[in-house]
């Protein structure tokens, strides 16, 4: 099949697919057609449209593996002068590796969103969202130019707004949603400034045509300066990077976000959108290889994302929260990869962390179900008994996001590190550090999460000393599904009743995690020789000769079991095995050592409680600063220039002008009669020079 073209009318189905069962459920399933199908009508078209894009996916997938590409245009939209403005597509490895990715997860989403949010109202517009976010991804994905990838960038963040919001009744959900929509926008400035950039000097939006004229485009500086064009449109193209891909300081959004259901979570805000921003850097890889600079502000952004939002997750009590800055440091990890021009190894990161992160989100779900809305993690313990299903995949996906030897996450997150230690530009001093010891950080608060949740002594049924979330009772109490809601309000209370005891979730709900377990388990194992030291990526990502670390990480890879017996005697593993120990001891032998910890170090638990206080320094300076203009611009700008002057000004000058006049108008005709007499005098000696001469 080498060199032969895809067909591209089944490309097209691949996005449509979900588009159309998105519909159904949207327009056919609300009220804006007056519900003319139901709840199993809804969620059939959703999940078969989604089933028919992820098999399309993985035989698209097969045979651009067995040689098969496609690039071309699907649709022209608009041709301004030599521009063109289109619809097409880019399938290659790292394209049709997404739609697998994102199809998948997505396909295993739809079908736990049947049992999760089986009481909901929502219920079918939640489908039409989260079958709409697919196509969106899809579209971004396999676009082959700006134009495309911008669309499928703003649309999943619009999907996003609407279903962070789902719930949109509780103040919580508007704040977060609004939150996500406005920190993204920033991102996007910037996003759509590196777009301009290139569009103005490579005059075209292609990637393969942008990426011809690399060399000639690194030559350039911007207009009035020195500065290197390149590397002003990376670092732009980052920042758009940064706000969808959640890196400090546009990370704000990102936890505040688990005010929408779990299963969009799990789809959204793990495994797919904030993933967005490293799939585009990879792909923009011929760019980004022609600056340093760009690479060691990504570097040292990405770093101080691993390791100070590891540091979150080690305080949180909500067990959706705990999940989120556990992406926000994965996140981290794979920015790191790409400063290091290890762009494979983050996109080899970005799918195995798509299927553990999911699987941990999901089985968080699935807890929350178990434990009738309860998200608080000191109200669990001793689920293990209880609910089997849920604590062996659970299990599953924190071994695997610790990195343990042999697990998925094991040989991406270890050849992250080594990529690191590779690589000598400005800032990987401290990325060396900040992925060490977010080594150990993940593995203690993912533990501490895991041993408080499904084992030690029951503490659910009772009178709690504390609230569900203490430091986020309204994001606790509203971030569940909607069972037996009413029955809540009523009683008033929220978790198991005194007596009540955890049960495993129906088939629907675990039969994704165990779907997601499996790749979380083995998927690193099969692929990582194809994937980084394979010919996977030949053609598609581009490293520098000047940058090493891929060849040196191929350099000492010898087979996939080699490098997990060689893991348990490295640095990650024994960090990783530390922290874990710490969990245990500190949470189920010796309880008194947190509160300790709490004690003596207070002013750091009150810094990482308020989350370095980046929302204060957000409220005060930013909005602060936006309202103080925009009280500026109403008071000067509204009141005094526009009302006041302008408007106002304008009728006084009016009525001036008018008083005026007023007394020329006396109602005598021999005043009238003399006036045209003037008027008739001024314009016969006006024109008298005209006049021709007798």
């Keep these: 099949m080498a060199g032969q073209l895809l067909n591209p009318n089944l490309l097209l189905a691949v996005p449509l697919a979900p588009l159309a069962g998105a519909a159904i459920a949207g327009l056919l399933g609300t009220q804006f057609l007056g519900n003319l199908v139901g709840r199993k009508t809804s ?32 649709y022209n ?61 899809l579209m ?101 990077a940064m706000g969808k891909s959640a890196q400090f300081p546009l990370h704000v959004w990102l936890p505040d976000s688990m005010e929408g259901p779990t299963p969009i979570s799990a789809l959204i805000h793990a495994a797919t959108m904030v993933t967005a921003g490293i799939f585009m850097v990879s792909r923009m890889s011929p760019l980004f290889e022609l600056s340093d600079t760009a690479l060691s502000f990504i570097l040292v952004i990405g770093s101080i994302t691993a390791l100070f939002m590891g540091f979150l997750g080690i305080i949180q009590n909500d067990i959706k ?6 992406t926000l440091s994965q996140l981290g990890y794979m920015t790191v990869a790409l400063g290091s021009s290890a762009y494979s190894v983050a996109v080899f990161h970005l799918m195995t962390h798509a299927f553990f992160k999911a699987l941990l989100f999901l089985g968080a779900g699935s807890v929350i179900i178990g434990m009738h809305h309860d998200q608080d993690i000191r109200n669990m313990g001793g689920l293990r008994k209880y609910m089997p299903i849920t604590w062996i995949t659970s299990l599953v996906g924190s071994l695997a996001l610790i990195g343990t030897p042999l697990f998925s996450g094991f040989y991406s997150k270890d050849s992250i590190i080594e990529a690191v230690e590779a690589t000598h530009i400005w800032g990987a001093g401290f990325a060396q550090f900040a992925v ?55 009683h008033g209370h929220h978790g198991l009743e005194p007596g009540q005891k955890p049960h495993e979730s129906p088939f629907v709900v675990w039969f994704p995690l165990v779907m997601l377990a499996i790749p979380s388990l083995i ?22 000769e000047n940058h090493p670390a891929m060849e040196e990480l191929s350099h000492e890879f010898h087979g996939a079991m080699a490098m997990a017996i060689h893991g348990l005697s490295t640095a990650p593993f024994w960090l990783a095995l530390s922290g874990v120990v710490a969990a245990y001891y500190c949470y189920m032998v010796n309880p008194r050592v947190p ?38 611009l109403w008071n000067f700008g509204d009141k005094k220039l526009i009302d006041g002057f302008v408007v106002n000004g304008s009728a006084k000058v009016v009525a001036w002008l008018s008083s005026l006049s007023r007394v020329l108008q006396t109602g005598y ?10 008027g008739v005098l001024g314009f016969l000696i006006y024109f008298l020079p005209f006049w021709p001469a007798k």
């Design 43 to 74: 969620h059939t078209a959703t999940i078969l449209g989604v089933l028919i894009a992820f098999i399309l996916s993985v035989q698209t997938l097969l045979a651009v593996m067995d040689g098969a590409t496609f690039n071309g245009t699907i």
């Design 77 to 137: 939209w608009m041709t301004i002068g030599p521009l063109k403005m289109e619809v097409g597509f880019q399938i290659d490895s790292l394209s049709a590796m997404m739609m697998c990715v994102v199809t998948f997860v997505s396909l295993m989403v739809h079908i736990y969103t049947i049992g999760y949010m089986k009481d909901d109202e929502g219920y079918n517009r939640f489908f039409a969202y989260i079958s709409l976010f697919t196509f969106s991804m």
């Design 140 to 240: 971004l994905v396999m676009a082959n130019n700006f134009l495309q990838l911008f669309f499928g960038w703003e649309a999943v963040g619009l999907v996003s707004y609407l279903l962070i919001g789902f719930w949109y009744q509780r103040p919580t959900a508007i704040v977060a949603n609004m939150k996500a929509f406005l920190v993204n926008r920033v991102g996007d400035f910037g996003f759509i400034l590196g777009i301009g950039l290139l569009l103005a000097n490579a005059h075209t939006m292609n990637y393969q045509e942008v990426f011809a004229q690399k060399d000639a485009l690194a030559q350039m500086t911007m207009l009035g300066s020195d500065w290197p064009l390149l590397t002003v449109a990376c670092i732009c193209l980052f920042i758009g």
């Design 321 to 326: 929260r705990v999940v989120a800055y556990s």
């Design 436 to 490: 060490l010891a977010g080594v150990f950080v993940t593995a203690f608060y993912s533990f501490r999460m895991y041993f408080l949740v499904f084992h030690g002594k029951e503490r659910f049924g009772q009178a709690h000393a504390h609230g569900h979330d203490d430091h986020h009772a309204p994001a606790a109490k509203h971030d569940s599904d909607a069972h037996d809601e009413e029955e809540e309000d009523d």
């Design 523 to 544: 998927i690193g194992y099969l692929t990582i020789g194809p994937m980084l030291h394979g010919d996977f990526f030949k053609g598609v990502i581009f490293v520098g």
């Design 595 to 632: 509160a300790w910890f709490f004690a003596k170090f207070h002013a750091i638990h009150t810094l990482l409680d308020n989350k370095y206080y980046m929302d204060k320094f957000n409220e005060v300076v930013f909005a602060g600063g936006a309202r103080l203009l925009g009280n500026g």
């Design 669 to 678: 005709i021999y005043h009238y009669a003399f006036v045209m007499i003037l």
